[in-house]
């Protein structure tokens, strides 16, 4: 398994690689505010395709990166997730608040 990593791209994407868990996500919170914050533009885009595995830690971990985009009148956009995140938000009813469709399988 990969280290859990967020890096910004050139044209300002986040890619977010490795797992999302309870031992994962303390140092990640961490590490992600400079990064947000650079990332261009009103609309903030996170690749979540590099995502290995994610709980319920790694799902605050987004849901407070959506409150800070909101709180700046930003957006942000998670873009490939993963299917055991899509089950785990639609199980805590989180899909709309992440911008998914409500209609995954």
């Known amino acids: 398994m990969m280290a859990t990593r967020l890096e910004i791209h050139d044209d300002g994407m986040l890619v977010l690689n490795g797992a999302l868990g309870f031992g994962d996500v303390p140092d990640l919170w961490?590490?992600?505010?400079?990064l947000l914050e650079a990332a261009a533009g009103d609309t903030v885009q996170v690749d979540l395709r590099g995502i290995e595995r994610i709980d319920s830690a790694g799902l605050v971990l987004l849901l407070g990166w959506a409150g800070w985009?909101?709180?700046?009148?930003?957006?942000?956009?998670f873009l490939n997730p993963p299917q055991q995140l899509l089950r785990l938000a639609r199980a805590n009813n989180l899909q709309q608040m992440l911008g998914f469709k409500e209609d995954f399988q």
């Open 69 to 77: 985009a909101h709180r700046l009148s930003k957006s942000i956009r």
């Open 30 to 34: 961490d590490q992600s505010w400079p």
